[in-house]
């Protein structure tokens, strides 16, 4: 607990929601493979920053030490800190490693394998990933969040995703706020091949819903994306306009939308965390998207959030090309972090 202690003492200035303790592992650049990697490969290389500031800092702690002292403890405290899996979830990691003391964790070479299993088994307890039921088509998804979470690129990318699972698309350029949202949303439905219902700048963005419905019916669209202007929960001229696009997709299509995913700004650590907190209360959110995971080394804010707000992360943002979302799978993602094997287990969607 010292770690932590000091940190609420003031004595290291740093404010634990908003670490930066891990802004040396944030400068580093991870490494860009030669060749197109499989996915689980992307993933991993991606994830680089996260798992250095995880594994690699253990794994230094190792040598020339054989045994877990309270020192080491304040280490591994840090540890978790740094990678932003937040007071809460790092506690109770803390305990969880101090009641193995002298039975699973004998040795600091116990270590890795031990809080693998056990992050691991802190987010294997939501369902998650592509497990979106199915339903008579189209399916309407709205995407929502704050500003520059990634909201229009992942909607670029989830097109990308469902087209290339043999699925017809057509997405909604419903943020109608910023002027470049149209373009961009207008490049990304080029790139994925995806049916692009638009509007001008400045336009009513239930109007550009109310058409893009009609379109995904009129096409027999399996999925309509709506890619909605950036928002805070507490603006509630924006939180008005969310209903009113819910309103009119819901007349025409039973139970529209099914889903509503909150992007999150995986950069952004626990504030990511705060802000899916936030939004929760204003809005029936059936899922989370993280995104930029490859620029940080915040990526253990991603099990806060799975372990404190118990709604399934969908997918995870790892760079910004068409194939740089990936549906998020707990062991997976684990296992890119621990790099504990080149190819995973089970290889089903992720090579
Ligand atoms: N590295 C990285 N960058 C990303 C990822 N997802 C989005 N970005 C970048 O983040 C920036 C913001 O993305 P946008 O999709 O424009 O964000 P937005 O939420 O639509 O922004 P607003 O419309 O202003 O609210 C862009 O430069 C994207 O390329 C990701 O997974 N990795």
Redesign the pocket.
């Known amino acids: 607990m010292a770690f932590l202690k000091k940190i609420f003492s003031g004595k290291t200035g740093t404010d634990p929601e908003e670490s930066n303790v891990s802004a040396e592992a944030a400068s580093m650049t991870p490494a860009e493979p030669a060749v197109k990697p499989g996915m689980f490969q992307r993933l991993k290389s991606r994830l680089t920053r996260t798992s250095s500031t995880i594994v690699d800092r253990i794994e230094n702690l190792v040598p020339g030490r054989t045994e877990i002292d309270d020192e080491m403890l304040d280490e591994i405290e840090e540890i978790l800190f740094a990678a932003d899996l937040g007071v809460k979830t790092t506690t109770e990691v803390m305990d969880r490693v101090r009641t193995n003391l002298g039975r699973r964790l004998k040795v600091p070479a116990d270590l890795r394998p031990f809080l693998r299993d056990e992050l691991l088994s802190m987010i294997s307890v939501t369902g998650s990933g592509d497990d979106t039921e199915v339903r008579q088509p189209p399916e309407v998804i709205l995407i929502i969040?704050?500003?520059?979470?990634?909201?229009?690129?992942?909607t670029g990318k989830l097109a990308y995703n469902y087209i290339k699972q043999g699925k017809k698309v057509v997405l909604a350029a419903a943020?109608t706020f910023?002027a470049a949202?149209i373009e961009?949303l207008q490049m990304w439905a080029e790139r994925s091949k995806a049916h692009l219902i638009k509007h001008q700048h400045g336009a009513d963005p239930s109007a550009v819903a109310y058409d893009a419905t009609k379109s995904a019916l009129s096409r027999e669209a399996d999925i309509l994306i709506i890619?909605t202007?950036?928002r805070l929960h507490t603006k509630s001229n924006l939180m008005d306009e969310l209903g009113k696009i819910a309103r009119v997709v819901s007349r025409d299509i039973h139970g529209a939308p099914h889903e509503t995913w909150l992007?999150l700004d995986g950069t952004s650590g626990q504030n990511a965390l705060n802000q899916a907190r936030q939004f929760l209360q204003t809005v029936n959110i059936t899922g989370f998207i993280l995104?930029?995971?490859?620029?940080t080394s915040k990526g253990g804010a991603i099990i806060s959030i799975i372990r404190e707000l118990k709604v399934p992360v969908k997918y995870i943002?790892?760079?910004?090309d068409l194939e740089?979302l990936q549906p998020f799978d707990a062991e997976r993602f684990i296992d890119a972090i621990f790099g504990e094997n080149d190819q995973p287990s089970q290889e089903s969607k992720y090579v």
């Open positions: 969040g704050v500003n520059g979470s990634g909201k229009t690129t992942t943020d910023r949202a961009q890619d202007a950036g992007v995104t930029k995971l490859d620029s943002g790892i760079g910004e740089d």
